[in-house]
């Protein structure tokens, strides 16, 4: 048997994290199995059916590593109508579903007073109602014996055939529900393994009557557990950071982002949470699989960026910058500076000790603004310039101008021991002397090791920031002396 597997996103207009984890786990199965994976955009919602949205769809996948033209589809979900309501069809004619003309209000007053039991009473099973304008069709459901799903990560959930209720495949229109679609699909598409999210669970005794009644055997099922957030709550796209363009836009990477995906439920071998992705293909296990809410936890998430990101070389982590200094991301621009404003051979200058300090890559920007930004457009945070100029520390400002003026090199070694010796003339540590320059001159508290910063930014711009810096204390501080 050729396993085949399917992704099958409603388009949304955002692709969910948990998404994004259950597609790359339908891969990592394909994949270990020599089998294919189909994508499916199930868009019969006709107001969600945006091109932009599925566009949107395909290139998220392609971000995370499911790339274009490696695998089968998209299929559209839309496209089938006429099959689905065929299968409707079917099922009606083999008397495995019946019409029934009640409508919501009718079945609740029939339910006797007090009942706790929901869903529909069978009230037309045997009424051999014809077709009309009002009614729907219903798959009749078996009174006795049990339903047991297979569930790589469940087991066998068993569930009482008592309890599933006649439930709807085709409105009155004739039009088939999800329920049906999804399964009809699902067959046409010759699926094997269907791994989706465990929000799905409750529909899949009702999928599989549809797959026996339709004359085929259901398939595999894995139902994969639903990401929480740390209330334990179901992530939501209101409440939480849901949304996998979201974190591409910040600055994670591909390869971060699918490796903590899918450590959701599931751990590697050893003592080891980051690995190499030809690892998570060999060891993952649908078995393995934890079937208890999975934590989305960003914290760790950015921690693990980090380290992804430290592990580039130079040249990769310039160039994985890119979008955030020279290029669009989300199709817009984020860098604070014009185009020829902004000087590569500066950037590469600082970039290593970059690397060393952001978790995601979006932080980069403001790390090197101060070399880009013009004097006049690069603001001071203010409460950083009183902290750092208060008690008299800003009067060394103008001694650090002299003997930067003084200096016959301009390297970071020079700059440092000058910085050191003006700041012990006035009994100042290193630290404390070096504050008001930073904030003078890069307009922050932290950031890039200053002194290097410094050698990079030049001797005439690093100047004309100082001067402005001393007028502008001089304007503030009342003159003493
Ligand atoms: N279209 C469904 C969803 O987005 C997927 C159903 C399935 O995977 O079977 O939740």
């Keep these: 048997m050729t396993v085949r597997v399917r992704f099958a996103p409603s388009p949304t207009g955002i692709f969910h994290v948990g998404g994004a984890r259950s597609a790359l786990q339908n891969w990592v199965f394909a994949r270990q199995h020599g089998g294919q994976f189909v994508l499916r955009i199930e868009d019969t919602d006709a107001s969600r059916n945006r091109p932009e949205w599925v566009e949107g769809i395909i290139s998220a ?23 689905h309501a065929a299968a ?10 019946y ?7 009718d079945v609740a007053l029939r339910a006797p007073a007090g009942s706790q039991v929901r869903g529909y009473d069978g009230y037309c099973r045997d009424r ?23 569930d790589l990560v469940r087991g066998r959930p068993t569930f009482d055939n008592a309890t599933i209720e006649d439930f709807v495949i085709a409105r009155a229109d004739g039009s088939a529900v999800f329920l049906l679609a999804n399964v009809v699909d699902d067959i046409a598409m010759g699926i094997t393994h269907v791994i989706r999210a465990e929000e799905h669970l409750p529909n899949t005794p009702k999928q599989q009557m549809l797959w026996e009644a339709l004359g085929h055997t259901p398939p595999v099922w894995a139902h994969v557990p639903v990401v929480v957030n740390e209330k334990r709550q179901k992530l939501s796209k ?13 600055g994670y990477l591909p390869a971060a982002m699918r490796n903590y995906l899918m450590l959701l439920g599931w751990a590697p071998r050893g003592d080891r949470e980051i690995v190499p992705w030809e690892v998570i293909e060999t060891e993952f296990r649908l078995e393995d699989v934890n079937p208890s809410p999975a934590f989305f936890d960003e914290k760790k998430l950015r921690a693990f960026n980090g380290e992804y990101i430290r592990a580039l070389s130079t040249e990769e982590f310039i160039e994985a910058c890119a979008p955030w200094l020279t290029g669009e991301v989300g199709g817009v621009r984020v860098a604070p500076w014009q185009p020829e404003e902004y000087d590569p051979a500066a950037f ?20 090197v603004d101060f070399l880009f930004l013009p004097d006049d457009r690069l603001s ?4 950083a310039w009183e902290k750092a100029t208060k008690d008299g520390a800003g009067d060394l ?24 010796s003006v700041g012990a003339a006035r009994g100042l540590k290193l630290g404390k002397a070096q504050a008001p320059v930073r904030v003078a001159v890069t307009g922050r508290s932290v950031g890039l090791p200053l002194f290097e910063s410094l050698a990079v930014l030049g001797r005439e711009r690093t100047q004309s920031r100082l001067r402005a810096a001393i007028d502008r204390y001089r304007a503030a501080t009342p003159v003493t002396h």
Excluded: H, M
Excluded at 238 to 250: G, I, S, T
Excluded at 380 to 383: C, Q, R, V
């Design 128 to 150: 051999n109602l014809p077709k009309g304008e009002k009614t729907a069709l219903r798959f009749r459901t078996p009174d006795e014996g049990e339903t047991v799903v297979v």
């Design 238 to 250: 209101r409440r939480d950071k849901v949304a996998l363009e979201a974190y591409r836009d910040e």
């Design 397 to 420: 400002l103008a001694d650090v101008a002299d003997a930067f003026a003084a200096l016959s090199t301009w390297d970071a070694e020079t700059l440092k021991s000058t910085v050191e």
């Design 99 to 105: 019409y029934c003309d009640c409508t919501r209000e």
């Design 348 to 367: 590469a200058a600082v970039a290593e000790l970059a690397q060393t300090r952001v978790s995601v890559l979006s932080e980069v920007v403001n790390l």
């Design 380 to 383: 001071i945070d203010e409460a």
């Design 88 to 97: 409707a069809e079917q099922l009606y004619q083999a008397g495995r579903a």
């Design 61 to 83: 996948l392609d971000w995370i590593g499911i790339k274009r033209g490696t695998y089968e589809g998209p299929y559209f979900q839309s496209a089938y109508a006429e099959a």
